[in-house]
């Protein structure tokens, strides 16, 4: 039981700290990496680096999530079973897969 409590404050962390990396990032990801900043790009610029960066960011918490909304009713072991899923096992993958795919096609 404590192991359950331990992965789910675990869970809890890693979710405030994607949150908490991408508003850094909005705010000050330009200067984190030493890129251009994209807040006062005009309308129809071409994209830049700093949103890249943003939307990559909101893309893993929603894999994140994914795995995490597996499980309702209470149960917290968020693993349990994902061997025996499959199809989640190839949509988890083909969204990663595609999400750095259209990342590189762009580049």
Request: proline share 3%; charged share 15%.
């Amino acid at each position: 039981m404590f192991y359950l409590q331990m992965l789910t404050k675990v869970v809890y962390f890693f979710k405030w700290l994607q949150y908490q990396q991408t508003i850094y990032f909005h705010l000050a990801g330009e200067k984190l990496f030493d890129i251009e900043n994209g807040r006062f790009a005009k309308l129809h610029s071409p994209p830049t680096q700093h949103f890249t960066i943003i939307f990559n960011s909101f893309v893993m918490m929603t894999l994140f999530n994914e795995v995490n909304a597996r499980k309702i009713h209470g149960q917290r072991n968020i693993f349990e079973g994902l061997q025996r899923n499959p199809i989640f096992i190839g949509i988890w993958i083909g969204t990663m897969i595609g999400q750095v795919g259209a990342r590189e096609i762009e580049a």
